[in-house]
């Protein structure tokens, strides 16, 4: 079965609106029955389903289930019952089967323009990019994050790169997301775009009142780096940061290293 074409609504435009994230530990029903869905129209049949689920939930598939009818049922009852990141782990097995038979290279497109699609229409916080699934935030998280890496490459800062890169994974990692980690990661990306800025070795901290912010820019960056040295490095008994604030700390930093770089590259130009 492959129904991987044009509809009515992609035709046309219409969708339903993008629902607040209010799900990011857990794949309700929807979703499981979403990502089956979308495995048996990019053309998998009952069979190729139930080997890749039971590969990624290392389960035996029931012998006595060979009829297509039974093994759909048992595909159905995997998924139904698997814990619910490794749900996610599912859907990126699958993007990687579609490819064996995707001659076209539109098969892969399509799972992952309308899984994305079916998280954003039930307010999942992830999306898959290129087939991984990473954590889905604010638009402004989305799009600070991925202009920063783009701007650091093109200004040949791939420390920096790397370092935004790796805040990205922390924050993505299933079942629990590594926030310190994504919060120390970020800082460090600044660090380093700050540091080619301002020619020295020092510590942000001292960096940030010799950079070209203005106020009352450059107060709230140095808060931000104190909040991120406290809950980053030196995170107190009871008190880890939430994914929230995480993500604010990544945004921060990604748009801030973004407005240095092209503020430099714009002063040399002059």
């Known amino acids: ?19 607040e994230i209010t799900i990011r530990e ?28 039971c590969e990624v939930l290392l389960k035996r598939p029931d012998p006595g289930n060979w009829s297509p009818g039974n093994v759909e049922a048992e595909v159905s ?8 990141y490794n749900v996610y782990d ?18 892969q497109v399509e799972f992952e323009r309308r899984l994305n699609r079916l998280f954003r229409e039930h307010g999942v916080g992830w999306q898959m990019d290129n087939g991984a699934i990473i954590a889905r935030g604010s638009e402004a998280f989305t799009i600070a994050s991925r202009e920063a890496v783009a701007t650091m490459r093109d200004a040949g800062k ?29 800082m460090a990306a600044l660090e380093c775009v700050a540091r080619e800025i301002d020619g020295s070795k020092d510590t942000l901290g001292k960096i940030i009142p010799r950079l070209t912010l203005p106020a009352p820019l450059d107060g709230a960056l140095h808060r931000l780096w104190g909040f991120a040295s406290e809950q980053g490095r030196h995170i107190q008994e009871g008190r880890e940061p939430c994914f929230e604030e995480a993500e604010l700390v990544v945004t921060v930093a990604s748009a801030v290293s973004v407005y240095l770089l092209r503020g430099a590259a714009l002063a040399e130009r002059r």
């Open 1 to 19: 079965m492959n129904d991987f074409r044009s509809g009515f609504s992609d035709r046309h435009g219409y969708h339903g609106d993008d629902l």
């Open 26 to 53: 857990d794949a309700p029903q929807d979703i499981r029955s979403g990502v089956l869905m979308l495995g048996y129209a990019a053309g998998m049949g009952p069979s190729g389903l139930r080997s890749t689920i």
């Open 77 to 84: 009852r995997l998924i139904d019952h698997a814990p619910w």
């Open 158 to 186: 791939v420390t920096a790169a790397t370092e935004i890169h790796e805040a990205l994974t922390d924050i993505s990692r299933r079942p629990k997301a590594d926030v310190t980690g994504a919060i120390q990661h970020a």
């Open 90 to 107: 599912i859907a990126e097995r699958l993007h990687g089967e579609v490819r064996k038979d995707d001659y076209a290279g539109t098969k």
